[in-house]
């Protein structure tokens, strides 16, 4: 079984994000890249995609990149932008860290539709439990 494989075994626990639809595609020191693709189902009622979905996509990704080779971080606060609508139906969270203090870290974290469009924009900060 590869880390990715294993990852994604360990992952399948978040029911919340994984029953939404995110998948785990990569995986790198502290940093990870997630997906899902739009359906009815993440839709408001005037036909965009819900705000949470885009919080959860990111916050999933957050955890996965902070957690995967070390468990025992959770996030302490968010900071989300909505800046655009996605062309596509496919959203791709890409988180990175920015900082890794001894209890707390900082990542930032993109969201894009499959074809680039910038769609979300989140801060989170975590802290680190163990």
Wanted: with cysteine.
């Amino acid at each position: 079984m590869t880390n990715l494989e294993k990852v994604r075994e360990m992952f399948e626990k978040d029911r919340f994000a994984t029953e939404m639809g995110a998948v785990i595609d990569e995986i790198g020191d502290c940093y990870a890249k997630v997906s899902l693709t739009i359906n009815e189902h993440h839709k408001n009622a005037v036909g965009g995609v819900m705000g949470g979905v885009y919080f959860t996509l990111a916050d999933f990704a957050f955890a996965v990149a902070s957690n995967w080779q070390k468990a025992g971080t959770v996030s302490i606060t968010s900071d989300i932008s909505f800046i655009g609508v996605p062309k596509t139906d496919r959203l791709i969270a890409e988180t990175q860290l920015i900082k890794n203090g001894r209890t707390t870290c900082c990542y930032n974290v993109s969201i894009t539709d499959d074809i680039g469009t910038p769609v979300s924009a989140v801060k989170i900060v975590g802290f680190h439990k163990q």
